[in-house]
């Protein structure tokens, strides 16, 4: 069992950043790929960025302006996104699963959410 708690949330204007954090709790995070989805107001769960202990991937709309990182000694994963934009307004949500997909129902575990809101 993974419990996620997203958090750094909050309101900026266009082009600023924001740094999400999500704390897991077990001891074999490191096993865990992790990924960031968001979800706005009358849209699907999309894919935003995952990573594994090798690789990431990313959706190409925050290609460039977002990076995902993890710290496997804090059981934290991070998304660090920069040169944001109106549209990348919604709720984010931390998941984990054992292998890396872009599909949500390929993960098995899920965080509260932390909301984003960009000002233009």
């Known amino acids: 069992q993974v419990q996620l708690v997203e958090s750094g949330g909050g309101l900026v204007q266009a082009g600023g950043s924001l740094r999400l954090s999500c704390a897991a709790s077990g001891r074999t995070f490191n096993n865990y790929a992790m990924a960031w989805f968001r979800q706005a107001p009358g849209k699907e769960r999309e894919f935003v960025a995952a990573?594994?202990?090798?690789?990431?991937n990313y959706a190409e709309s925050v290609k460039g302006r977002f990076a995902i990182s993890r710290d496997n000694t804090k059981n934290t994963v991070y998304l660090q996104m920069n040169s944001l934009k109106p549209e990348d307004t919604a709720v984010y949500y931390c998941?984990?699963?054992?292998?890396?997909?872009?599909?949500?129902?390929?993960?098995?575990?899920w965080g509260q959410g932390t909301q984003v809101t960009v000002s233009s």
């Open positions: 990573i594994t202990r090798t690789r990431t």
């Open positions: 998941a984990a699963s054992l292998d890396l997909f872009r599909a949500a129902d390929g993960y098995d575990y």
